[in-house]
């Protein structure tokens, strides 16, 4: 199992950016993939970014694509999801996620308001 700490949600204007940081204590070379996942209230999980920690290939979901950009910084084993022109459909808790040793992880997620 993969312990992260999320930081950087928060309320937000329309148009207005945010980064999601996720540091785990776990030697990052250790885990195949981290990513987002968002739930908004009576909504199911939706998964909004992965990125490999080997190769730094990567994925969007189409909703976020040309907004969103996920990245990695190994030596700090830290994943961070840039989010810019944020409006009101991207309103939910952001969950960092881990796959390693065949299972998944997750963190206790932060929110993120995105309201004028």
């Known amino acids: 199992q993969v312990q992260f700490v999320e930081s950087g949600g928060g309320l937000v204007q329309p148009g207005g950016s945010l980064r999601l940081s996720c540091v785990t204590s776990?030697?990052?070379?250790?885990?195949?993939?981290m990513g987002w996942y968002r739930q908004a209230p009576g909504k199911q999980r939706e998964l909004v970014s992965t990125?490999?920690?080997?190769?730094?290939?990567?994925n969007y979901a189409d909703s976020v694509k040309g907004r969103f950009t996920i990245s990695r910084d190994n030596a700090k084993s830290t994943v961070y999801l840039q989010m810019n022109s944020l409006n009101p459909d991207d309103t939910a808790v952001y969950y960092c996620?881990?796959?390693?040793?065949?299972?998944?992880?997750w963190g206790q997620g932060t929110q993120v308001t995105v309201s004028s």
């Open positions: 990125i490999t920690i080997v190769g730094g290939s990567t």
């Open positions: 776990r030697d990052i070379y250790t885990i195949y993939a």
């Open positions: 996620v881990a796959i390693a040793d065949g299972r998944t992880s």
